[in-house]
C-alpha cells in the first residue's frame, strides 16, 4: 500500500508542476478597459474558431490539469486517512 502512495504523490507532483508551467504560459485574456466600455465583437472570425488557436488549447489544458489536481487532491485525501 505504501508504494500506491509514492506513485500517487509523484502523480501530484507531476500534475502540480504541469499546472504551474501551463498557468504561467496563458496570456490575459482582457482587453483593459476599453473593452468593458466598447464591449467585445464575438461575431469575428477568430472568436469562433478561438478554441482551435494555440491559446484555446492551452485554455482547455489548464482546465483539465486543474480537474485532474483537485481528482488528485481528494483522492491522496482519502488514500492517507485510511
Not at 36 to 64: L, Q, V
Amino acid at each position: 500500500m505504501s508504494t500506491l502512495k509514492y506513485i500517487g504523490i509523484a502523480i501530484y507532483i507531476i500534475i502540480c508542476i504541469a499546472l504551474i508551467i501551463i498557468a504561467t504560459i496563458q496570456t490575459k485574456d482582457s482587453n483593459g478597459p476599453s473593452e468593458a466600455i466598447m464591449g467585445s465583437s464575438t461575431n469575428n472570425f477568430y472568436e469562433k474558431n478561438k478554441g482551435r488557436t494555440k491559446e484555446g488549447k492551452i485554455k482547455r489544458i489548464t482546465i483539465i490539469l486543474g480537474i485532474a489536481f483537485i481528482v488528485a487532491s481528494i483522492a491522496l485525501g482519502v488514500v492517507f486517512v485510511i
